[in-house]
């Protein structure tokens, strides 16, 4: 059950929240986590590691709440900690492995890729395109997220990632590539 | 680049914008019992620090009133003077030591002169001016043995010596006209 989201303002809430006010803490969470949660799913590739990316992401808001000098707002403030998070965890468990998860059912048979139109695309909803993406390999569905979703340049996300500018285009390049087949092998097996 | 690749980022942010998923109650959950435990040792870290504190401050508030009240003068007794002209016991001699069982003659800083003779029973106030400083004798009798003392020996240590072996015995000091009895360097009592 949600509580209602407007007993404090993002102002008090924050005064509350340094204060480690407990109820303000719960306040908080239960207003941003879900829109929070979504990130984390985009980030990573399976349930666990968004729940651990959403869990370290609070603990580090809680404590660094103090540092929030309301120039901006209060959601934006959370989600580029989200991303932060999401950054580090990845830079710690760093590896090349091509993953596909389970949780996509039946991609059917490896055929010629067919373009997914746009009216067909908008058929497909969230759930299936947040599978879609956490089934992407981790480097290419970072630098997707980044560069589609959060509006961060090639050359920025070069400087995140410490990688060339030209292996951030390539990778998202191949991200879209990927994200096209797998939703036209979910149209085929349909 | 077809234009589903190159629309595929636009598409799928403009559909995630506004989508929200419920997180599991165990998040919270574990997320609630790292914030009871980081409360619990702030708030224990200030409870040791506020005891620190106050152990320190009553120490040298302790510190301070001892300090004080070893200095205080009690009503009746003159104020130890701790000025270099002070009698010092340490390095006072005693002159003629080379005759056992005469009677020892000092003087104090007061100009007052104490003589006793051997039976130690009559103790009488001279002028400072004609004899030296000198350590005093108990009136108990205790004479000055001076045989054990191998003849060789200078008379500068001779006289340490000897006061070496006084120094154990308690020893009396004129001050303000009021002789004193020195059980110890740091306490007297009047005799």
Known sequence: ?190 | MSFEEKHIGKSIKSKMDNFEIVPPESVWDNIEGVLLKNKAIVRRNRIIGAAVATIVLVSLLYMFFNFNKKNEVKPGEPEIQSSPSSVNIYDTVISNTANAGSSVQGSTNKGHVIQQNNSGNNIELKDKNKIDTAVLVEKANIKLNTDTIPQNTPPAEKEKVVVKKIIKKPVYIVQQDTIYKVDTLSKKKKW
């Open chain 1, 1 to 190: 059950m949600k509580i209602n989201s407007l007993i404090y303002t993002d102002a008090e809430l924050v005064d509350k929240c340094i204060k480690a006010d407990m109820f303000a803490q719960k306040q908080l969470y239960i207003t941003y986590s879900s829109k929070l949660y979504v990130i984390c799913c985009r980030y990573s590739s399976c349930k666990e590691d968004a729940k651990d990316i959403l869990q370290d992401s609070f603990i580090k808001i809680f404590n660094s709440i103090k540092t929030y000098n309301h120039s901006g707002s209060l959601e934006g403030w959370l989600k580029r900690i989200v991303v932060n998070t999401a950054l580090s965890k990845y830079k710690q468990t760093k590896k090349r492995v091509v993953s596909y998860s389970a949780d996509v059912e039946n991609l059917g048979e490896f055929a010629e890729e067919e373009a997914v139109s746009e009216e067909e695309f908008a058929h497909y909803d969230e759930q299936i395109l947040l599978r879609v993406i956490s089934n992407l390999p981790d480097e290419y569905r970072i630098v997707f997220n980044l560069h589609c979703i959060e509006n961060h340049s090639h050359k920025e996300i070069a400087e995140l990632l410490l990688i060339k500018e030209e292996t951030s285009r390539i990778r998202l390049l191949r991200a879209r590539k990927k994200i096209i087949k797998m939703l036209s092998d979910l149209k085929q097996a349909k």
